[in-house]
């Protein structure tokens, strides 16, 4: 797992904050310098802090536990799906629907729906509808799939959330702060770091920056996904080599008891024959 540099950082604009006028003062620790009334970020902390979330991150993943990557901001959101899609992790890009988290069942069943449009499409039963019906329902698929199509997938709540920009989705991180569910995010200086887990200071609204950071995240959790197939392959042999071991053992008790048996017999007799001898 490596981290970006200092160079890398900086060529992609991560260091770049918002106007002085727009700053949050939570932010401080974070912040630099000031240059124009705008704010620069610390890069050696911001580096210290991706490193942080990454390694985090890869643990949740080697446990096999789903990441909710949320960015419904335009620069962030082919990214996002992009960087989601490669470590098969679930993602938000469109408009973040109100309780999705803290009303999670009624999500499942939006979901549960559109998959009972497709199995119609499937076994015929689309075909016997009237031309007016099968277009409502058509639009009502699209729909689904444009909001809830990317989250198909997730059967039970993350275990973490990956955000992009906590201003923008404040519902989203309001509602996992609420449930308990871990907050990874990209925290720049017109934010409130306060509510997040892990705080990733950088610029939040140029693409370079987003990229970096996600490229950075999703190749840790990539290599935890890795380590986790590894384990699950030489689990079976380890189990494999343990069973001859066991039956040897078996084998060897087997032997001594029936070692033993004719000893224990061979004592007996001597006792029972004593009183016919006198």
């Known amino acids: 797992m490596s981290t970006p540099t200092f160079d890398q950082l900086l060529e992609a604009g991560c260091h770049f904050g918002h106007l002085k006028r727009k700053w949050n003062p939570a932010m401080a620790p974070y912040i630099f310098m000031e240059r124009n009334g705008i704010h620069i970020l610390d890069l050696y ?12 991150l890869k643990s949740i993943a080697k446990a096999g536990k789903k990441v909710l990557f949320v960015a419904t901001k335009k620069q962030a959101k082919q990214v996002t799906a992009e960087k989601a899609q490669s470590v098969g992790m679930p993602y938000v890009i469109e408009r973040w629907p109100g309780g999705m988290l803290t009303n999670f069942p009624t999500i499942r069943k939006a979901v549960k ?6 199995k119609m499409a ?3 039963t689309f075909d016997n509808l009237s031309k007016r019906e099968k277009l409502q329902i058509s639009r009502q698929r699209a729909k689904l799939e444009k909001t809830l199509g990317s989250i198909a997938d997730l059967n039970r709540l993350p275990s973490a959330l990956f955000v992009v920009d906590v201003l923008k989705e404040r519902i989203a991180v309001a509602e996992a702060v609420r449930l308990g569910i871990p907050v990874f995010a990209m925290v720049d200086t017109n934010s409130d770091p306060t509510d997040i887990d ?4 950088a610029n939040d609204d140029a693409s370079k920056s987003i990229e970096l950071i996600l490229d950075t995240v999703c190749a840790a959790m990539a290599e935890g996904l890795e380590e986790r ?3 699950k392959v030489d689990a079976p042999a380890e189990e494999g080599a343990a069973a001859p071991r066991r039956e040897r ?4 008790r087997r032997s001594d008891d029936a070692a033993e048996a004719p000893a224990e017999a061979e004592a007996e007799a001597p006792a029972a024959e004593a009183p016919a001898a006198e």
């Open 45 to 56: 902390k911001t580096a210290a802090k991706l490193d942080e979330a990454a390694a985090a």
């Open 113 to 118: 729906k559109m998959a009972t449009i497709d």
């Open 122 to 124: 499937k076994d015929g």
């Open 198 to 201: 892990f705080v990733i200071p």
């Open 229 to 231: 197939k590894a384990e």
């Open 249 to 252: 053992r078996r084998a060897v």
